[in-house]
């Protein structure tokens, strides 16, 4: 069985249409779904039970038995940037983390989770995932220091031999929708499209960056799936490691993308961005992918413009929202 924390979002409910795709359907979903439309992402996907995750918790804190658990798959966090509860962020994104990695490995059971590209803060050190920039880069936000604390913690203790952290970066596609702000600018720059015929970007506060000359390293989901597919079939490579596609494109690039997968000319809007993250906004990642290929991943990412010809046409069109 394989344990699948925040199951039902983004890319835990993805990774679970991969497992699936595999042949793999014992399968335990942990998440919250309160009232949220998440639920929807677990319609077709097959598993063998679904828990909260405070009742999860409280199980593996009394160190509960999952007899024929072989992985946890620890996506599973509150993955709001701009969350601004800080004991929130540490007890779901570290505590809990910690917690649940301590029982995996008493009971040698392999452990992958997801850390984040927003650890890197302003990328005035860079974007390597080397054990040495991972000690000397600062989080620009909360979100970003809760995840930190974790990698930290992994490097301490001496578990980068014995567990598997992706540092996700800018991760886009089908089963996303729920997920309200944090969705990707793709999923909801097609809707303002359709309603405006036009995209709103963030200007540039900078002099050394033109409006909507900002870079991301963008990584569509069905790429990321491959990576932890990897992982799970090579369980003595560990780490941590970024997962993006290492190689930066701006928003404007991104913008003109949508509107060329939906056969229209571009047509953007720059706009303030608001003080509030100005101070906290990173205008350029970009993911060092030597560490991942010298652990002996074939990598080979789609092109942004595929990637997003790919969402928009094969879901956004056809009003499909899930993998």
Not at 68 to 86: K, L, M, N, R
Not at 180 to 194: E, H, P, T, Y
Not at 253 to 271: M, P, R
Request: charged letters at 25%.
């Amino acid at each position: 069985m394989i344990i699948v924390t925040g199951g039902a979002g983004f890319i835990g409910s993805a990774t679970i249409k991969k497992l699936n795709d595999s042949g793999i359907e014992q399968i335990l979903v942990v998440d919250n779904l309160g009232s949220s439309d998440k639920w929807k992402n677990l319609v077709g996907k097959k598993f063998s039970d679904y828990i909260h995750k405070d009742e999860f918790i409280k199980l593996i804190e009394n160190q509960a038995n999952f007899g024929d658990a072989e992985a946890v798959i620890h996506f599973g966090a509150c993955s709001a940037t701009t969350e601004q509860d800080a004991d929130y962020l540490i007890r779901n994104n570290f505590h809990y983390s910690r917690a649940l990695a301590e029982w995996a490995l008493a009971r040698d059971i392999r452990f992958i989770y997801a850390s984040s590209a927003a650890t890197y803060g302003d990328g005035a050190l860079g974007f390597s995932d080397d054990n040495d920039t991972t000690y000397k880069i600062r989080p620009l936000n909360k979100y970003g220091f809760s995840k930190h604390l974790f990698d930290l913690w992994v490097l301490n203790n001496k578990l980068e031999g014995k567990v598997t952290g992706l540092k996700f970066f800018n991760v886009f596609g089908p089963n996303e929708y729920h997920k309200g702000d944090m969705r990707s600018l793709i999923n909801k720059a097609f809707f303002q499209i359709r309603e405006t015929g036009k995209v709103r970007l963030f200007k540039s506060h900078r002099d050394d960056y033109r409006d909507g000359e900002q870079v991301r390293d963008f990584v569509y989901i069905k790429d990321c799936l491959e990576v932890i597919w990897w992982f799970l079939r090579n369980p003595k490579t560990c780490g941590i490691y970024n997962l993006g596609t290492g190689n930066a494109r701006s928003w404007n690039d991104l913008v003109k993308s949508i509107f060329s997968a939906l056969g229209q000319k571009h047509k953007i809007e720059y706009i303030d961005m608001p003080e509030a993250i100005r101070n906290a906004y990173q205008y350029h990642t970009e993911a060092k992918m030597e560490k991942l290929r010298s652990a002996g991943y074939p990598i080979s990412f789609l092109s942004l413009e595929d990637s997003v010809k790919d969402y928009v046409c094969a879901y956004l069109q056809n009003d499909c929202s899930h993998l």
